[in-house]
């Protein structure tokens, strides 16, 4: 069987920046275990699988080792196969994921995601996860994934945590988090558990960010800023009353297009 892959750089305007993510189209679902071995031999934080629904997709994810029920990038390195390969008239598709749907729109030269809301609790201490951040927050909060807050940006650039310690405490992922120097916040996001030890930019991160920095600040839009080695850029905001939404725009840029055969 041969298949189309693209390879896209997403939420950043620039090549070898941003977070890589591929992207698989498919006339049909294949096996689960060979989308992971796919995303096992693609070895990027994910790989986007999408199959045609009418006149929308329906999109899954997997990273080199197990499926997530939302991933921000790779949606948008797939609404850019679509809008740029695929269906290049279009400026909005809607995928259907297990998160609900998720629609993206075109805006000049970027891609909105329009993805839901997240909230966080206050955590309560927990010794064994601040050692493997190898810095104490300020804060703890916690739901799926846990948001670690700290006071300065330098802090949070220069974490070097232990990877196996955060896998120890079966945390599935921590953002850790601090106001901006030149942008409304900035985060770094560690996910050793599902296979991701430090991903470059996560749509799925802000999705708990923008409500947690809308209390904080007072205010529903933002500039972020993920503070990787390859750097992301995402501009968000938090929209809704009772249901709340979180638009997250970015661009995105072409790497590698090809076939693979399985």
Same mark, same amino acid.
């Given at each position: 069987?041969?298949?189309?892959?693209?390879?896209?750089?997403?939420?950043?305007?620039?090549?070898?920046?941003?977070?890589?993510?591929?992207?698989?189209?498919?006339?049909?679902?294949?096996?689960?275990?060979?989308?992971?071995?796919?995303?096992?031999?693609?070895?990027?934080?994910?790989?986007?699988?999408?199959?045609?629904?009418?006149?929308?997709?329906?999109? /899954?994810? !997997?990273? @080199?080792?197990?499926? +997530?029920?939302?991933?921000?990038?790779?949606?948008? &390195?797939?609404? #850019?196969?679509?809008?740029?390969?695929?269906?290049?008239?279009?400026?909005?598709?809607?995928?259907?994921?297990?998160?609900?749907?998720?629609?993206?729109?075109?805006?000049?030269?970027?891609?909105?995601?329009?993805?839901?809301?997240?909230?966080?609790?206050?955590?309560?201490?927990?010794?064994?996860?601040?050692?493997?951040?190898?810095?104490?927050?300020?804060?703890?909060?916690?739901?799926?994934?846990?948001?670690?807050?700290?006071?300065?940006?330098?802090?949070?650039?220069?974490?070097?945590?232990?990877?196996?310690?955060?896998?120890?405490?079966?945390?599935?992922?921590?953002?850790?988090?601090?106001?901006?120097?030149?942008?409304?916040?900035?985060? /770094?996001? !560690?996910? @050793?558990?599902?296979? +991701?030890?430090?991903?470059?930019?996560?749509?799925? &991160?802000?999705? #708990?960010?923008?409500?947690?920095?809308?209390?904080?600040?007072?205010?529903?839009?933002?500039?972020?800023?993920?503070?990787?080695?390859?750097?992301?850029?995402?501009?968000?905001?938090?929209?809704?009353?009772?249901?709340?939404?979180?638009?997250?725009?970015?661009?995105?840029?072409?790497?590698?297009?090809?076939?693979?055969?399985?």
């Amino acid at each position: 069987m041969r298949l189309r892959i693209w390879q896209v750089d997403a939420f950043t305007g620039r090549r070898f920046g941003g977070n890589p993510a591929a992207v698989v189209p498919l006339e049909a679902w294949l096996p689960d275990e060979l989308m992971l071995a796919i995303a096992g031999e693609n070895n990027l934080s994910e790989t986007a699988f999408f199959v045609r629904d009418g006149n929308e997709y329906q999109i /899954r994810w !997997f990273t @080199p080792a197990r499926e +997530v029920a939302l991933c921000g990038h790779a949606t948008l &390195a797939s609404a #850019y196969v679509v809008f740029h390969e695929l269906a290049p008239q279009r400026t909005k598709v809607v995928f259907g994921s297990q998160s609900g749907p998720l629609p993206v729109e075109r805006n000049g030269d970027k891609l909105v995601l329009d993805f839901p809301a997240n909230r966080l609790e206050p955590a309560p201490e927990h010794p064994a996860l601040v050692a493997a951040l190898g810095r104490a927050p300020r804060e703890l909060h916690q739901a799926k994934q846990w948001l670690a807050l700290y006071d300065s940006e330098e802090e949070v650039r220069a974490l070097n945590p232990n990877m196996a310690g955060i896998v120890a405490t079966g945390v599935y992922g921590v953002i850790a988090t601090a106001p901006g120097r030149d942008c409304d916040f900035v985060s /770094r996001f !560690f996910a @050793p558990t599902a296979g +991701v030890p430090e991903d470059p930019a996560t749509g799925s &991160a802000h999705t #708990y960010l923008t409500p947690f920095w809308a209390k904080k600040l007072g205010k529903s839009s933002f500039f972020a800023r993920q503070v990787s080695a390859r750097g992301g850029e995402l501009w968000t905001e938090l929209r809704g009353n009772a249901e709340q939404r979180v638009s997250i725009a970015g661009s995105a840029v072409p790497y590698l297009q090809g076939i693979i055969d399985v």
